[in-house]
């Protein structure tokens, strides 16, 4: 069988981070199984479906890493084959016109209210007659359900669940206007796309076992179906904007890199063990949608937060420059550090990346950590560092310079000694010299570890930052 799944997303300004969930699990699924995933946009409300709404998915998609095979449909591209497909079901008696007003159909629900039941349509045309409709009359065309028995779903997640069918309604597939609705086009495109696979949220457990039904009127092979449980916040409730953001670009600004957020997505729900630092090659070697659980996972930022830190940890320094490089357009406090970015900082920020990371837990973390590089000559220095800078300290700092310059081969190894020597010298607290350094170096009372400080802002720069607070003339 020729593993297919798909991504549908109807274009709404963002890519939902539960939509980029579901579309992990359906990209590692395909990955998992030498098949492909594509991707549908659900763009058939016109006014909501804008190129900046579409291109907003696209982005965060490739941003994710989640590629998708062969070519994107666009659903509104498709309403001529849905119609087509209307009048077939039409014409084969699996579906009929009904040509009930909506005050007719509002009675009805409220008859159904009264009476305790469940509003819906009561088949008043079901069984009429092409004689029976007025020529000129409006219609739609709604399918018929059929009134007993029922709709089995061999769900991969939930497992097998019935659904009676007298508790579907008799649901319209065109509407009076022509259009197609989105059970009638979500059939037909995922049939037209060779879906094998569809996973989505559970949300949409009833219509697929109305899309089955429709499948089986039409003759054709129906998908399999796994329908994975909503991500939910810390207190238990679908996870909404109070909650935290929503928007997957919202991620990408507070400095998540893309694997640790892959890895965290895929633990809502899904688990191998006890792993839970998982590489995107042992998600997709071990991936399986019977170890996705059925009760809604609850979204935890602390987590993730924490899961990124490792990430960032552990990745190799060069690669995580490169990385933070290419973020920092999208970061909060990004492209005011980008246009700094010359050469020179650079090579600091690569000197100072082992410092640097071993306390970021976001790539934002890291933007703030990295403000001393960048900083101009002579440093503004915040309050609670410049008192530390008293005159015992300043005239130390001229005594630590002159050692300093004298230093042949500027490494953590060479400055440590030197300080140090220093410090034991003069009989001093290593901190009594280690925090005036500080200030003088960075303006800040916090930095990474000192001797990586020196190390990545260089010898020359070093030295004029000590000399800018010493007492040397
Ligand atoms: N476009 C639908 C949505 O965004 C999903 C359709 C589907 O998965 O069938 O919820």
């Given at each position: ?14 890519l939902?981070?539960?939509?980029a ?49 062969d070519e ?36 009805m ?21 092409p ?51 989105y ?51 810390a ?10 953001a929503?928007?997957?670009d ?40 019977e ?10 930022f ?8 490792i ?62 590089i ?11 560092a ?63 570890g ?23 003339s």
């Amino acid at each position: 069988m020729n593993i297919i799944t798909r991504f549908a997303p109807s274009p709404t300004g963002f890519l939902h981070i539960g939509g980029a969930r579901t579309a992990l699990l359906n990209w590692l699924f395909a990955r998992a199984n030498s098949g492909k995933m594509r991707l549908r946009i659900e763009d058939t409300d016109r006014r909501r479906s804008t190129p900046e709404a579409v291109e907003a998915i696209i982005e965060g998609l490739g941003w994710l890493g989640l590629s998708h095979d062969d070519e994107i449909i666009y659903q509104h591209e498709c309403l001529e084959r849905h119609k087509q497909i209307a009048r077939r079901l039409l014409e084969t008696g699996a579906a009929y016109k009904c040509t009930c007003t909506a005050q007719e159909i509002e009675a009805m629900r409220e008859r159904a209210r009264k009476a305790g039941k469940t509003p819906r349509y009561d088949g008043t045309c079901r069984e009429k007659t092409p004689g029976d409709i007025p020529a000129d009359a409006p219609f739609v065309i709604r399918f018929k359900t059929p009134a007993h028995g029922q709709t089995i779903i061999e769900d991969q997640v939930q497992g097998r669940t019935a659904i009676a069918n007298d508790q579907l309604d008799d649901l319209i597939l065109l509407r009076s206007n022509g259009t197609p609705t989105y059970m009638l086009s979500v059939v037909v495109d995922d049939h037209d796309m060779g879906v094998s696979h569809i996973i989505r949220g559970d949300d949409h457990f009833t219509n697929s076992a109305r899309q089955k039904l429709i499948y089986e009127a039409l003759g054709w092979d129906v998908p399999v179906f796994a329908h994975i449980p909503l991500i939910h916040g810390a207190d238990g409730a679908k996870l909404s904007k109070r909650h935290g953001a929503l928007g997957i670009d919202a991620y990408r600004a507070m400095g998540y890199l893309p694997e640790a957020l892959r890895n965290y997505l895929v633990r809502l729900g899904w688990s191998h063990g006890d792993d839970e630092v998982i590489s995107t090659a042992q998600m997709i070697e071990w991936f399986s949608l019977e170890a996705v659980g059925k009760a809604p996972a609850r979204f935890d930022f602390a987590k993730l937060e924490n899961l990124n830190g490792i990430y960032i940890r552990k990745m190799d320094d060069a690669e995580l420059l490169e990385k933070f490089i290419h973020a920092l357009p999208y970061l909060e406090a990004g492209p005011e550090l980008l246009k700094q970015l010359t050469p020179d900082m650079k090579t600091r920020l690569l000197k100072a990346m082992k410092g640097l990371k071993s306390r970021a837990k976001t790539l934002n973390d890291l933007v703030t950590a990295s403000r001393f590089i960048f900083a101009q000559r002579p440093l503004v220095i915040e309050a609670k560092a410049a008192k530390v800078l008293d005159d015992a300290a300043r005239a130390h700092l001229a005594g630590l310079y002159r050692k300093l310059e004298k230093i042949s081969e500027w490494t953590p190894e060479t400055i440590e000694t030197t300080i140090r020597a220093y410090t034991a010298g003069q009989e001093l607290k290593f901190g009594k010299i280690a925090q005036p350094l500080r200030s003088a170096l960075t303006g800040s009372s916090v930095s990474p570890g000192i001797f990586d400080v020196l190390y990545a802002l260089g010898r020359e720069e070093t030295l004029a930052r000590i000399q800018d607070q010493s007492q040397l003339s």
